[in-house]
């Protein structure tokens, strides 16, 4: 692929057709400039199927702006443009709209408003906002959802099983299944939401951290293959890597070469002055083979190595193994914790492609324009009342009860103040049956959400690190109640509205189906 192709399929031009030929026709009728706002929030948690997510963690926007910062129409793009040619033959785009996007293709007009990274979020929220001309903010459209949608379901799946694992080492090890380079961002992702490293050496490197990783069962099969033993293969990784020892222990048999051979080689290392680190299991029974793999070293004076599972891990098959170890160990003559806190998690496929949900169902839907100085809201119709997104210019607080619990998020108009009023009634989005008044005596804190990130073009905000991503995430979702972590059918988290949008949208929805 040429270097200039290779640009075309990254830059401005990641992009859907249909962005491009309505930017065209909001050209042709002057409406280019119009000032609109755009809001990106997702309509419903991933649902793997048997289990389901009571929660988000945010992630991508990091790279979603360098992105749109550097992204503009370039001699190749304008290229592209005009070669482009409709079912009879005519080009799609002209001239004088084609001048104006070599003049003016770049997002330099756009603000951008955002909830930072590592922050937990639920639906009907706007997790971004783009406001500015409202033909470079829809033609944003198409990276915004890919790159934040995908970030924020890996960063989801790593969060779930960071909380399931107990603060035990979690890697992720996906880059082989991952979908194409989406292995790099979904690295980034997990990262944000509660791998402690991965085995991607690149990312990890560009990020700051070391890569992790053990060796893999063709090792111990070469050297079977030339005649050679288990043991010695063992022995030859043990003398590369005196300090950083970790065997596979399951190519032959597990118990009954695997973990004694690797038993063999720690006496040695013992012996050499270093300290083994520990085995790694990758097929049978996870729980059992910890069980007894733990007796056998323990009974060699190695308890305090490690045991790395692999092959398949997900938030539920670790719940699963980590209460049948709970169960069984007894029965063994040895102590679930004392197998259970020195198990660490080798995590791939299952968290890089988020499987059971293998997509964020996020959108972006205009919700307001400024005609004659006058900002309008704008609302999409649907039958599905819960589809309707919130209109106008808005903010996002987070409510804290007197616990130190988050007990509700809460949309309002950009011009509102929670903070001034004595009490609050916070509306169901799409039920308007359903409300709740709280008083200011039952909220300890009402925390704005979103942050200006970039204004008319320029970058204001200094992101975070991973590491200060990954503290705000861990106290996100300690302050959400334990019911909205469950794994299997969580507690419902308080989306709501406040009184006065409630008003302004079913006022906006009774003139729009009155004209319709």
């Not at 960071?162 to 082989?176: P, S």
């Not at 705000?472 to 406040?498: C, F, M, W």
Request: hydrophobic share 40%; net charge neutral; proline share 4%.
């Amino acid at each position: 692929m040429k270097a200039s192709n290779n640009q075309i399929t990254t830059n401005i031009l990641f992009t859907d057709q249909y962005q491009l030929t309505m930017a065209q026709l909001y050209f042709r009728l002057g409406l280019h400039e119009m000032p609109a706002r755009f809001d990106h929030f997702f309509r419903e948690y991933p649902d793997y199927g048997v289990h389901k997510a009571g929660y988000c963690i945010n992630a991508g926007l990091e790279w979603f702006v360098d992105w749109m910062i550097g992204a503009k129409f370039g001699p190749d793009e304008i290229e592209c443009l005009r070669n482009q040619k409709n079912r009879v033959s005519k080009r799609i785009f002209q001239d004088d709209f084609i001048e104006w996007l070599k003049k003016h293709g770049s997002f330099d007009s756009l603000t951008l408003h955002a909830i930072p990274e590592g922050r937990v979020i639920h639906p009907h929220i706007p997790l971004s906002a783009v406001q500015g001309p409202i033909i470079m903010a829809q033609i944003i459209e198409t990276a915004l959802l890919n790159q934040m949608n995908y970030q924020t379901l890996i960063a989801t799946k790593a969060a779930r099983i960071h909380y399931v694992i107990g603060g035990q080492l979690l890697l992720e090890f996906g880059a082989r299944r991952a979908q194409g380079k989406g292995a790099i961002a979904g690295t980034r992702a997990a990262l944000i939401g509660g791998a402690d490293f991965s085995s991607n050496v690149g990312i990890s490197h560009a990020l700051g951290y070391p890569a992790k990783g053990t060796h893999a069962h063709s090792m111990v099969q070469l050297f079977l293959t030339l005649g050679m033993t288990e043991l010695e293969a063992f022995s030859a990784y043990s003398e590369i890597y005196p300090d950083d020892c970790i065997l596979l222990v399951d190519t032959i048999n597990t118990l009954e070469s695997g973990v004694p051979n690797a038993i063999k080689i720690f006496e040695e290392l013992q012996k050499k002055g270093h300290k083994p680190v520990g085995i790694r299991l990758d097929s049978g029974d996870l729980a059992y083979l910890s069980i007894q793999a733990a007796k056998l070293l323990n009974k060699a004076g190695f308890a305090d190595t490690i045991i790395v599972l692999s092959n398949e891990l997900d938030e539920l098959n670790i719940w699963q193994i980590i209460d049948q170890i709970r169960t069984e160990a007894p029965e063994f003559g040895i102590d679930a914790d004392q197998i259970i806190k020195r198990l660490v998690y080798g995590v791939g496929t299952n968290l890089i492609t988020s499987s059971g949900c293998s997509a964020l169902g996020g959108v972006y839907k205009l919700v307001a324009v400024k005609d004659q100085n006058e900002w309008k809201p704008a609302m999409k119709l649907s039958e599905d009342v819960g589809k309707m997104p919130n209109p106008g210019q808005k903010m996002v607080w987070r409510i804290y009860d007197n616990n130190q619990k988050a007990t509700a998020d809460l949309v309002g108009m950009f011009d509102e103040n929670p903070e001034d009023q004595k009490e609050l009634r916070l509306h169901h989005p799409a039920k308007h049956t359903k409300t709740r008044l709280l008083l200011k005596n039952e909220i300890s804190q009402l925390e704005p959400l979103s942050s200006e990130i970039i204004r008319q073009g320029k970058l204001i905000y200094d992101f975070p690190s991973i590491e200060e991503m990954r503290k705000v995430r861990q106290a996100d979702v300690e302050s959400l109640d334990a019911g909205v972590k469950r794994l299997i059918n969580p507690h419902v988290y308080h989306i709501s509205i406040t009184e006065k949008l409630w008003k302004e949208k079913h006022e906006l929805l009774a003139k729009l189906k009155k004209a319709h």
